[in-house]
């Protein structure tokens, strides 16, 4: 079984600052990882996703992930916040074995970027 | 390439009553798979079909269903609506069966149960 804990509900930085949230995992299997951003009234964009390659992982508009086994993490990051980037981002595992494919997802966290 | 279409984007049911909800993947992608999105409980995973087989299922009632047809255009239906049904469901299409494909998810229809 997979799971995604995603801590932090609400973060807020200031424009320009780093962005960081967090998502640790758990999977008895290898896992597929995945962050997702919702803006409101629509469905989910995918960012960037792990699947057994690179550790670190350069998604869309300037965020990355680290795979780290060691610390089951999966935390997304951008050097600069942008006012745009406000939103609700979801955390989500899929096993990476076996013919079951879904989507675990976090309860997600939402971004507010302040001037 | 046109996306994950979803219709309607809107849909205002009674208790009781029965809806059905529409998913178009995006061209050549032939997995379809359903997602429940909530205040309370947040995504959760209803079911996936594959080239029109359902291969997996979440933990809902029966009263969720769900289709997949020969052009992978996918429909869920839920019967005897409740109220904790409202919800926006998403519908998400990938190339394949497996998650390393990654998933495209559509707008969603918002469904309210009055």
């Known amino acids: 079984a997979q799971s995604v804990t995603q801590l932090g509900s609400h973060v807020s930085v200031s424009e320009g600052a780093l962005v960081l949230l967090r998502c640790n995992y758990s999977?008895?299997?290898?896992?597929?990882l995945f962050w997702y951003v919702q803006y409101p009234n629509q469905g989910l964009q995918l960012l960037l996703k792990?699947?057994?390659?690179?550790?670190l992982v350069k998604g869309i508009n300037g965020f990355e992930a680290e795979f780290k086994k060691s610390e089951t993490s999966f935390h997304l990051t951008k050097p600069s916040a942008h006012m745009s980037d406000a939103a609700e981002y979801f955390c989500?595992?899929?096993?990476?074995?076996?013919?079951?494919?879904?989507?675990?997802f976090g309860t997600g966290t939402r971004l507010q970027v302040t001037l | 390439k046109a996306g994950v279409t979803q219709t309607p984007r809107y849909l205002i049911k009674t208790r009781g009553q029965q809806v059905t909800l529409s998913c178009s993947p995006i061209?050549?992608?032939?997995?379809v798979s359903w997602y429940q999105q909530t205040p309370g409980q947040g995504l959760q995973f209803l079911f996936e079909?594959?080239?029109?087989?359902?291969?997996n299922k979440g933990n809902f009632p029966g009263r969720f269903s769900g289709r997949q047809f020969s052009n992978s255009r996918s429909e869920m239906n839920v019967s005897t609506l409740e109220l904790g049904d409202s919800a926006l469901y998403l519908c998400?299409?990938?190339?394949?069966?497996?998650?390393?494909?990654?998933?495209?998810f559509g707008s969603g229809t918002r469904l309210t149960v009055v």
């Open positions: 998400a299409s990938s190339e394949g069966h497996f998650p390393n494909y990654g998933y495209t």
């Open positions: 999977s008895s299997v290898p896992p597929y």
């Open positions: 792990y699947t057994s390659a690179a550790t």
């Open positions: 989500a595992v899929s096993a990476s074995t076996g013919t079951a494919s879904k989507l675990t």
């Open positions: 061209s050549g992608h032939r997995s």
């Open positions: 079909y594959f080239s029109e087989t359902q291969r």
